[in-house]
């Protein structure tokens, strides 16, 4: 009796930790643009009417022209990126049919740098290109992993939404609260917000958190201040 036969499908390849930062990074970036951009609008027209329904739909209008806005860019600027990756990658492979000692060198080279004996370097090199010669060369050289890649829509779909959820912080404080508090309201929320965006931001790409904070901060206040003056000459 014959045992049946189970094809079992390719399991679908991990996101690497450049990829999953970058998508972090894209959103953080993405809040944060939400924040003052929206708030921006929001003080102009606040100070020129006190129309609740106009105030309501400038800022709306801005925080979904934002999030879309950095959507795209995310998608274009992570698209030129993959179209680099993978044109460096072909690139290594046409070189490793027609210079592969130069190919073989370069490797060596790499962890005779990292300390390790010109011999030994030599025997690595040689053992990890018989292996899978295109993968340890672009790794070597661009520190990438041949099939992963940065992805576009993800960028774009974490920017979308950050930027949106982002920019509904200054739109609700502005819109919804009582008249009494309205403005200290809106800029409690969003130095508060730009705060916690530059954490973010600092922990992800592991700088000082405390710059980053601070930094953060003095832009937010900055540019209410300067939108806040630009709707008083209106």
């Avoid at 795209?72 to 680099?84: C, F, I, L, N, P």
């Avoid at 292996?131 to 992805?151: E, N």
């Avoid at 900055?222 to 709707?231: D, F, R």
Wanted: charged share 20%.
């Amino acid at each position: 009796m014959m045992k049946s036969m189970t094809i079992s499908k390719p399991k679908k390849q991990k996101k690497t930790m450049a990829e999953r930062s970058n998508t972090l990074r894209a959103g953080v970036l993405g809040s944060n643009d939400g924040i003052l951009t929206v708030v921006g609008v929001l003080f102009s027209v606040a100070v020129a009417t006190t129309n609740q329904f106009v105030i309501f739909i400038a800022g709306l209008s801005d925080l979904l022209a934002c999030a879309f806005s950095m959507a795209s860019g995310e998608y274009a600027s992570v698209s030129s990126q993959k179209d680099t990756e993978r044109a460096a990658i072909e690139k290594e492979r046409e070189l490793i049919k027609t210079d592969y000692q130069s190919e073989l060198s370069v490797v060596a080279n790499y962890y005779v740098e990292r300390g390790v004996t010109q011999k030994t370097a030599n025997d690595i090199a040689s053992e990890l290109m018989k292996k899978d010669a295109l993968g340890t060369v672009v790794r070597v050289k661009y520190d990438l992993q041949l099939g992963h890649y940065m992805s576009p829509w993800d960028a774009a779909f974490s920017s979308l939404v950050s930027a949106a959820s982002g920019g509904i912080f200054p739109l609700v404080a502005m819109t919804l609260l009582p008249s009494a508090i309205k403005w200290p309201g809106t800029i409690l929320a969003v130095t508060l917000s730009v705060a916690l965006t530059g954490y973010l931001s600092a922990k992800l790409g592991d700088g000082l958190v405390k710059t980053a904070m601070i930094r953060n901060i003095i832009v937010g206040l900055i540019t209410m201040a300067i939108h806040y003056s630009v709707g008083l000459m209106l």
